[in-house]
């Protein structure tokens, strides 16, 4: 008996680190989907002082940075039908998002930085999308994993984006955007040769061996491997066609207006983040400091739009929240955080327009402003990893439930069209930036403060 026990135990401890194994390299793909995705959007933001002449509004880097964003997000889940192919798909974002950058890196002229933008920008909203899509290939459990991990991925590309920057932007535009062309290569290469098949994460109790997702077959996987609750035996039995009309998926959205979409978008956190970001952001500037920890960061009036941006971008573990294994937001407050970014937003406006501090206070009204940005992006990180989580975990609609590829699409097109409320604000909000930043500017000048005029 006593080998019987031995061996049973030591197949339990193989089983039980296998399980650890392949959590760790959906965990890791994830992150890394989220993180490359993402990083390239991150520096074009932080570089935008960089990028454009001083007489431009940099709203405008704000637009072409989200715009072709939006319209990936609204024309993938919307127009198009049937089966997603994910290995093209990343591969074309890959693609699209180098072209873009080298672009930017080796034009100098305003147009054509813009139109790399612009490439970049399609690219980093369809990855988005695609990478979420995918999460709900998986288990329920692992499904919910992928997007805490990709939430967390993207909230490190801010840090990652505002730090390679702030490194970089003495190298130039061309070194420096340059450099960072490479990083989506890593896309295709984790998808490849990193991310496990969904049908191991519902086998895995009784196999602890996985194989690695093939170069062109994985959506063929993908279509056998729907949930863990989908009966496998019966999908390949019985694989149904099937696509959603127009109709459908307008039954799916209603009822995710009010539950999801406001609360990403409402017309408010989206727009009140991206607001302060673009519009608020490059006015908040101070004469530059002669002592103390601040002196050592801030050597020209120029390096304080980039400080606030890694002053947002640094608080990145609140999208991390989930993959920590904090507990979500209850349904009732995903809608807080926008009202907090609005507060946040009036106080920044009425520091850079008449001062919240008198004037020779200002390392007291740098602090204030640290700590306003910090507190934003606690709060963005919270509601977008909150409310991609909670479609993701959604249980499918008892109408299709009897065909199990109508499902699937269900899924994939419920988390992929969330998108659109996210990008429609963050679009609004780069247009709403250009006249703020020039009227705050005014302000600021007629009060005697002239150094936004020298950016």
């Not at 680190?17 to 991150?42: C, E, P, Q």
């Not at 609360?263 to 004469?287: D, H, K, M, R």
């Not at 507190?375 to 008892?398: H, K, M, S, T, W």
């Not at 604000?425 to 302000?443: D, F, K, N, Q, Y």
Request: hydrophobic share 45%; glycine share 8%; net charge positive.
């Amino acid at each position: 008996m006593t080998p019987l026990y031995i061996e049973t135990r030591t197949d339990n401890l193989a089983c039980s680190a296998g399980k650890k194994r392949l959590s760790l390299k959906l965990g890791v793909s994830f992150f890394l989907f989220g993180l490359i995705n993402n990083v390239l959007y991150v520096i074009i933001l932080s570089a935008a002082l960089d990028l454009v002449p001083p007489s431009t509004p940099k709203g405008i880097i704000a637009f072409c940075n989200i715009a072709p964003a939006l319209i990936a997000k609204l024309g993938w889940p919307y127009f198009l039908k049937g089966r997603i192919r994910y290995a093209r798909r990343i591969v074309g974002c890959c693609t699209l998002s180098v072209i873009g950058m080298l672009v930017v890196a080796f034009h100098e002229s305003l147009f054509s930085r813009l139109l790399g933008i612009c490439l970049a920008s399609f690219s980093s909203g369809l990855g988005e999308m695609t990478f979420l899509q995918l999460s709900t290939t998986y288990s329920r459990s692992a499904g919910g994993r992928s997007v805490g991990y990709f939430a967390s991925g993207t909230g490190a590309a801010g840090i990652v984006g505002a730090f390679m920057w702030w490194e970089l932007r003495g190298l130039g535009v061309r070194t420096g955007v340059g450099i960072s062309a490479v990083l989506p290569f890593t896309l295709p290469l984790a998808y490849f040769f990193l991310l496990p098949r969904p049908a191991a994460f519902i086998h895995q109790s009784s196999s602890a061996s996985y194989t690695l997702v093939p170069a062109d077959d994985l959506e063929t996987e993908i279509d056998d491997d729907l949930s863990a609750q989908d009966d496998v035996e019966s999908r390949v039995e019985t694989k149904v066609t099937a696509g959603l009309s127009a109709a459908d998926k307008w039954r799916l959205v209603k009822p995710m207006l009010f539950k999801y979409m406001l609360p990403l978008c409402e017309q408010s956190l989206s727009i009140f983040e991206y607001t302060i970001n673009q519009g608020v952001a490059p006015t908040l500037l101070y004469p530059v400091p002669s002592h103390g920890l601040i002196s050592k960061i801030i050597h020209s009036v120029r390096d304080y739009y980039p400080l606030w941006q890694f002053t947002k971008q640094r608080f990145f573990f609140s999208r991390s929240s989930i993959s920590l294994g904090l507990k979500t937001l209850p349904a009732h407050l995903l809608p807080a955080p926008a009202i907090i970014q609005f507060v946040i937003l009036l106080l920044l406006v009425m520091e850079s327009a008449v001062g919240l501090l008198p004037e020779d206070r200002a390392g007291g009204s740098i602090f204030l402003v640290f700590v306003l940005i910090s507190i934003e992006g606690i709060c963005g990180g919270l509601a977008y990893v909150n409310v991609f989580y909670r479609i993701n975990q959604e249980q499918p609609d008892p109408a299709s439930a009897h065909n199990l590829e109508l499902t699937k699409q269900e899924r994939e097109f419920k988390i992929g069209s969330i998108g659109f409320a996210d990008s429609s604000g963050i679009l609004l909000a780069s247009i709403l930036a250009v006249p703020t930043e020039m009227e705050l500017c005014r302000a600021q000048v007629a009060r005697g403060k002239y150094l936004c005029q020298g950016l």
